[in-house]
């Protein structure tokens, strides 16, 4: 069973930074397209971000709109561990963050993900 293990999360003022790992337990579960979730209290999960299977070298990842601009996914390959450096905070930021992995393509569909990390909370408050 594939292991995704989130951590970083934490609380931040408005206008901070934070970054985001994701670790792989396996590197079968990590060569696929990846991507970030995030989940509001009393709302449903939205994408964030996604990013292609690594053999799709030099495609950029794509982003929700209310984030792009200020998140950034990128790759560690030797550490197969996915990151989501978050700059310029808001507070309508704050949710449990989740990423996720899948065999096939980018997506911004949460049911197209069958791998799933347990989630961080980032707080973004004064």
């Known amino acids: 069973q594939a292991q995704l293990v989130e951590s970083g999360g934490g609380l931040v003022q408005p206008g901070g930074s934070l970054t985001l790992s994701c670790a792989a337990s396996?590197?079968?579960?990590?060569?696929?397209?990846m991507g970030w979730f995030r989940q509001a209290p009393g709302k449903e999960r939205e994408f964030v971000g996604t990013?292609?299977?690594?053999?799709?070298?030099?495609?950029?990842?794509d982003y929700a709109d209310s984030v792009k601009g200020r998140f950034t996914i990128y790759r560690d390959n030797a550490k197969n561990t996915l990151y989501l450096q978050m700059t310029s905070l808001k507070p309508e930021d704050t949710a449990v963050y989740y990423c996720?992995?899948?065999?096939?393509?980018?997506?911004?569909?949460?049911?197209?993900?069958?791998?799933w990390g347990q989630g961080t909370q980032v707080t973004v408050s004064s």
């Open positions: 396996e590197r079968s579960f990590y060569t696929g397209a």
């Open positions: 996720a992995a899948r065999t096939g393509g980018p997506s911004a569909i949460d049911r197209d993900f069958r791998y």
């Open positions: 990013i292609g299977p690594i053999h799709w070298e030099g495609v950029p990842p």
